[in-house]
């Protein structure tokens, strides 16, 4: 079993930023890969954000590319999502998850993964 919080939600005007936290624990936090999805309202929840067991392989949604960086600390047992250049399209409930199988296959699809965490609102104003 893993366990997932994030924070770091919030308002923030568009232009600004913004860095979420995902803590993990029950697991090995370095055996796993984390991701960060998203969902606005009426919408499907989507991928964003993806980072290896190492740290040095990520890969990103192409509406996010250069805009959000995925991050881990394996100290902390945390995986960061720095977002920058907010958009109002951004808003959305994020919510990160995790794989413990290790393979980076199929990583923006919702199926692969079993853990999520309960998922931190952030809104965008104009």
């Known amino acids: 079993q893993v366990q997932l919080v994030e924070s770091g939600g919030g308002l923030v005007q568009a232009g600004g930023s913004l860095r979420l936290s995902c803590a993990a624990s029950g697991r090995t936090f370095s055996s796993l890969i984390m991701v960060w999805f998203r969902q606005a309202p009426g919408k499907a929840r989507e991928f964003i954000a993806g980072?290896?067991?190492?740290?040095?392989?990520?890969y990103y949604a192409d509406s996010v590319k250069g805009r959000f960086a995925v991050s881990r600390d394996d100290a902390k047992n945390t995986v960061y999502l720095q977002m920058n250049s907010l958009k109002l399209e951004d808003t959305a409930v994020y919510y990160c998850?995790?794989?413990?199988?290790?393979?980076?296959?199929?990583?923006?699809?919702?199926?692969?993964?079993?853990?999520w965490g309960q998922g931190t609102q952030v809104t965008v104003s104009s």
């Open positions: 998850a995790a794989d413990p199988t290790g393979s980076f296959d199929f990583i923006t699809v919702r199926g692969k993964y079993d853990y």
């Open positions: 980072i290896s067991r190492t740290g040095r392989g990520t």
